[in-house]
């Protein structure tokens, strides 16, 4: 089993910034890839942000050049830096890993970028 505990999300407005954490714990030598998928309200979910064990990072159109995913596998800790955020980049975000067993996810954090 694998938890994952979010937190940094928060209303900023926009133009602003904000980090999102996610502490992984519990079986963590066997996550592959972590990243951040969001959902907003009437859409389905979409991923933001990966980055694989040996660091390897991808992130969707809209948010590259805004979004940096890291990983600090010491803490076992994922982090995205949200910068220039949008009112569309409100949304609920989800920390996300899988292994090859399965997939495991956060309960989410709001993120709420207000005009």
């Known amino acids: 089993q694998v938890q994952l505990v979010e937190s940094g999300g928060g209303l900023v407005q926009s133009g602003g910034s904000l980090r999102l954490s996610c502490a992984a714990s519990?079986?963590?030598?066997?996550?592959?890839?972590m990243g951040w998928y969001r959902q907003a309200p009437g859409k389905e979910r979409e991923l933001v942000a990966g980055i694989t064990s040996d660091g390897r990072r991808n992130y969707v159109d809209s948010v590259k050049g805004r979004f940096t995913i890291s990983r600090d596998n010491a803490k076992n800790t994922v982090y995205l830096q949200m910068n220039s955020l949008k009112p569309e980049d409100t949304a609920v975000y989800y920390c996300?890993?899988?292994?090859?067993?399965?997939?495991?996810w956060g309960q989410g954090t709001q993120v709420t970028v207000s005009s």
């Open positions: 519990g079986r963590i030598f066997s996550i592959n890839v």
């Open positions: 996300n890993a899988d292994t090859v067993a399965r997939t495991y």
